[in-house]
């Protein structure tokens, strides 16, 4: 397949086209997408993390893409989801809101993006990825004030970019971004704590 057909705004295109009810399940966004669905998850429950969304939405994206990242690890080529989790549906405009917002911020990165570094999107690779993504789901669970979500959410954002465009470039870069919130996260923390400790 040509890297560039599907590209990753198409691909997020297609699945908003695709759904025109009122509710989305994740079961069959799941089935939509088959062999794309590890990298366009992750971007579709990562960009709610980066963008104003309802209260509860992190704890929602960082337990399914929990469950991903850990498919991923342990080297699935098919995704498979809790049949509770599979039922589970949000709404349509939520969707629309997510391809919308990063529609233009992801055909800007196609423009450069290309396969590349095989080896850093090969399935040791991905593995590595998964797993990484399973501790990025768990830093979401935590409640973490003022723009605790937005680090991990944005280094899922990377890993899904780079795995639909097969760039191992930008899956070097996810995990950059992963250092990255991983450090803010811990600072953001540790300023919490000694702001608590101040207090009482």
């Not at 429950?45 to 991903?68: A, E, H, K, R, T």
């Not at 768990?138 to 097969?166: D, Q």
């Not at 070097?172 to 000694?194: C, N, P, R, V, Y």
């Amino acid at each position: 397949m040509d890297h560039r057909t599907p590209r990753t705004s198409e691909l997020l295109a297609a699945v908003l086209a695709a759904h025109t009810e009122d509710k989305v399940a994740i079961g069959d966004l799941v089935n939509a997408l088959r062999n794309r669905a590890f990298g366009i998850l992750f971007l579709i429950f990562g960009i709610p993390n980066c963008i104003p969304m309802p209260p509860g939405i992190p704890v929602i994206c960082g337990i399914i893409l929990g469950l991903i990242g850990a498919q991923m690890m342990i080297g699935r080529q098919e995704l498979w989801l809790p049949e509770k989790v599979a039922k589970r549906t949000f709404s349509r405009s939520m969707l629309e809101s997510i391809v919308t917002h990063s529609k233009p911020w992801i055909e800007r990165f196609e423009r450069f993006s290309r396969p590349r570094y095989e080896q850093f999107a090969g399935p040791t690779a991905r593995r590595v990825v998964g797993a990484t993504v399973v501790l990025l789901g768990f830093i979401l669970l935590l409640p973490i004030p003022f723009l605790g979500n937005l680090p991990p959410g944005f280094a899922v954002c990377v890993f899904g970019l780079g795995l639909v465009e097969r760039d191992g470039l930008v899956i070097l870069a996810g995990f950059g971004a992963t250092l990255l919130g991983l450090a803010i996260t811990g600072l953001m923390s540790w300023a919490i704590w000694q702001g608590a400790i101040a207090i009482f």
